[in-house]
């Protein structure tokens, strides 16, 4: 074989391990927050996967690097239900759709949210303000029903 062909056959190999991870992800998210295809589903600013050990929601692109770069097993990740309702709830919060509203929109936006927990009890009647990505993180990590 030479060079070009090798060349050729990794390429396709790789291009069909891409297609069959992103099928699979695809496959884990709610058919209710499904779009038509996993590109648009992906680029949706709600879809986020967690790893199974836990760490921090990632976003699909950033997902596929690590499963390309590590060749991890894409069962080793889940769709992140939690994040993906509060990311939506911002995003209704400020007018825009969950269906429509990609991840660069969302951080074009630059939403800013007010916990109305802390609010509620402050005398000065407002609470700490966070991005909103900030805002997720928190959320994820306090049990309580703060932001």
Known sequence: MDLEAITNTFEDLAHNYSKEIQQRLFEMIPEELRLDTPKATFALARTVFRSSSGQASKRFRHLVYILGAQIEDHKAFSFD???????SDIILSGGWDPATMTFPLLQAADIRVECMTCAASSEKLYGPKYHWQGAVSIKMFITTSHV
């Open 81 to 87: 239900v939690t994040s993906s309702k509060i990311i």
